[in-house]
């Protein structure tokens, strides 16, 4: 693929959401800028191959990107795309559309998502949209459990991803279980409550709005999640659209109502020929290079929306994060032999990227060094 002239500043987070954007671009051939917040680069997304001749810059907090930010405005040689791989972040541009957006190509263009990343306010968009969505509440953890308007059991989640954690997500089948997942440790104060969907499987639409439209590359229907049900997944298969019973056309009117560009995934619950939205990521997600392995580079796509990406060329493509799914065979749950299939028949890894390395080795290398420091120091 030939060079393209815009280039990108990611603001992102030592995970793999992060090195998904690094290598989508650096396979394109895309100029980039990297702004690392953390406190310690865990994944070594900074030893990327795709990183070697670029700017990397790293934060403690997401309020010091922004020096940064005033310094790069001051190129004026071409206008630069920002994208974020982490919901802080992509909180944050979103505070400061107004003073970038003359600079830069941002999310929303100057506007605001705002109030969206509140997941009722987007149920209720959804709803709006033509999307079937489950019945759901708001509910602060100081209300009386007796006022629910929902009948058990019931899924609770952050109200907002920015406030919550993964451990923060629970299925509760009864008042009990509900007060019990309640008094887990936890910074959440204000959930969601929706009813719960015994689903038959989950579906990760992965996308990209452009100035040309929503460009949906497929979606990976999850076979496991690790820890199980609410987890992140673990192994799945990303499907085209044309394979899948989504409706497209409500999605393209969720993303042009919410005034978002850049990459996004949606993610719904598929039960009785039935798909329940669930939350749209006005993100980059962590499951993203996958679109970019069945042959469609959705990263390249939006710095370069004329390019044709042909969605006859997009192929399945399984995907696994080897790491958290081996746990499956650690625990007994899974056969060795099952394991070893889907691992032979997976062409998309989350946790190594055989085109980049190098993040994998330092990671492993990391890992060794410290067991071996602490055996050597408690010997």
Not at 36 to 41: A, E, M, P
Not at 119 to 140: I, M, R, T, W, Y
Request: proline residues 3%; aromatic residues 12%; contains cysteine.
């Amino acid at each position: 693929m030939e060079k393209v002239f815009n280039s990108v500043i990611v603001v992102g987070d030592s995970t793999n959401n992060t090195l998904s954007i690094i290598r989508s671009l650096g396979e394109a051939n895309i100029e980039q800028t990297l702004i690392l917040k953390c406190d310690k680069d865990i994944c070594f997304v900074a030893e990327s191959k795709y990183l070697k001749n670029s700017p990397i810059y790293h934060i403690a907090v997401i309020e010091d990107c922004m020096p940064i930010l005033e310094q790069m405005k001051k190129d004026t040689g071409k206008k630069k795309y920002l994208i974020c791989s982490f919901d802080e972040a992509a909180v944050f541009i979103d505070e400061n559309e107004s003073i970038l957006a003359p600079f830069f190509y941002t999310p929303t263009r100057g506007k605001q998502i705002g109030e969206l990343f509140n997941k009722d306010k987007q149920c209720k968009l959804a709803n709006e949209c033509g999307l079937v969505v489950p019945k759901s509440q708001n509910f602060h953890r100081t209300e009386n459990l007796d006022d629910l308007v929902l009948n058990y059991p019931i899924l609770l989640k952050p109200l907002n991803s920015v406030k919550g954690e993964k451990s923060d997500i629970h299925i509760c089948h009864n008042k009990i279980e509900m007060e019990k997942a309640l008094l887990t440790e936890s910074h959440c104060s204000d959930f969601i409550l929706q009813e719960f969907i015994d689903k038959e499987y989950e579906i990760n639409c992965l996308g990209m709005r452009t100035e040309k439209g929503v460009f949906l590359a497929g979606g990976i229907q999850k076979y496991r999640h690790y820890p199980p049900i609410v987890g992140a997944c673990s192994y799945g298969l990303l499907k085209p659209m044309s394979e899948l019973d989504i409706d497209v056309s409500s999605i393209e009117c969720l993303l042009v109502q919410t005034n978002y560009y850049g990459p996004f995934s949606v993610e719904f619950l598929h039960k009785y020929n039935k798909n329940y939205f669930m939350e749209v990521n006005f993100r980059n997600d962590g499951l993203a290079y996958a679109a970019t392995a069945s042959g469609a580079n959705l990263h390249a796509l939006y710095i370069n929306p004329d390019m044709v990406i042909d969605k006859k060329q997009i192929h399945k493509v399984y995907v696994m994060n080897y790491s958290i799914d081996f746990l499956y065979v650690k625990n007994g749950t899974l056969s060795l032999w099952i394991w070893i299939r889907d691992l032979l028949r997976t062409r998309c890894f989350i946790n190594i990227n055989f085109k980049d390395l190098s993040p994998t080795i330092c990671y492993y290398r990391n890992k060794i060094g410290s067991k071996f420091m602490a055996f050597k120091k408690h010997r």
